[in-house]
């Protein structure tokens, strides 16, 4: 069973890694902050099925589902479109917001695909070993390191752009 104190210090060792993650996926930062609140609440909510020993890797499977589920939503919406009013879109002031470093990385990261970006978000910004990782993404050891080869091969093509 999951103890109050147990979830606490996952909160505390996994909150800024997570948020690196998310932040690069959305730009959003009460995206991010709402993801990662949902993903704890959740593991809370089940705390007497879990294994305090296997925290972490629940914890970055849930947020890594939040954020895929969270992301296939916002490209219905993309495609759908709603007035600003009802899907929290970014405001222009927010967007200025952002230097021109983050926006060209935003609009590199955006350009790849999916599960590349997510190998390069999860092994460079967020630090996760790759035996981890891949074990995270249910992938194996090789597979995982030719993903990140050829996304950060690309990345670097889109920010030469």
Known sequence: MLSRQGLEAAYVRLERPLYNYLYRWFWHPETCCDLIHDAFERIW???ADIDEGRIDALVWTTVINLGRNRHRRDKLLDWMPLPPTLTG???PDQEAELGERNRRLRDALDRLPDMSREVVLLDIFCGIPPDRLA????IPAGTLASRKHAAVRRLKELLDE
């Not at 074990?135 to 249910?138: D, K, Q, T």
């Open 89 to 91: 879109a970014s405001k």
């Open 45 to 47: 909510r089940k705390r």
């Open 135 to 138: 074990s995270l993404l249910r």
